[in-house]
């Protein structure tokens, strides 16, 4: 019931100790990618987090488990559809959005609805919020790890990044 979390305190504290190692990681740039449910963390990254992360790429995330195929949600979020599903709903939380954030969808995702990414763009147009949006419009799920998805997310991420 707390997809939102993503388990993201023990990330930070992951990243942080290995940056106390490593010391030429810059803390001050750190970025985050993620498809399918890890496009809707790589999102939450930049809801929540934002004070760590910078910049994130979410690829045909499911933004809000209310509207996905029950059957994967329901082994996660558990049933009845209740306040848990809105506490991890990035479109109730996306005025909150305090990084870069890059969308990527392709129109033709027969896994998460490209809906749910439609839904998120509303509400970030809604709040005033800057985000860019790639919609592929023959791709399908997973269309960031094509070549042409790649090529524009790496040149997000590396542009912001280096801001």
Known sequence: ?????AGFPARIAWIRLLAARQPGLD???VGIFGGSAGGQTAMRAVLDHADFYKVAVADCGCHDNRMDKIWWNEQWMGFPVDES???SSNM?????LGGKL???V???????????TMQV?????????DFELLVVPNGGHGVAESDYGNLRRARFLMRELAR
């Open 121 to 129: 763009v509303q509400k970030l147009i809604d709040a005033g919020k």
């Open 106 to 116: 392709g129109a033709l995702d027969d896994n998460v609805d490209p809906s749910s």
């Open 85 to 87: 599903y809105a506490k």
């Open 102 to 104: 890059m969308l990527v």
């Open 27 to 29: 803390l001050s740039r």
């Open 92 to 96: 109730e939380d996306a005025a909150r």
């Open 1 to 5: 019931k707390i997809l939102g979390d």
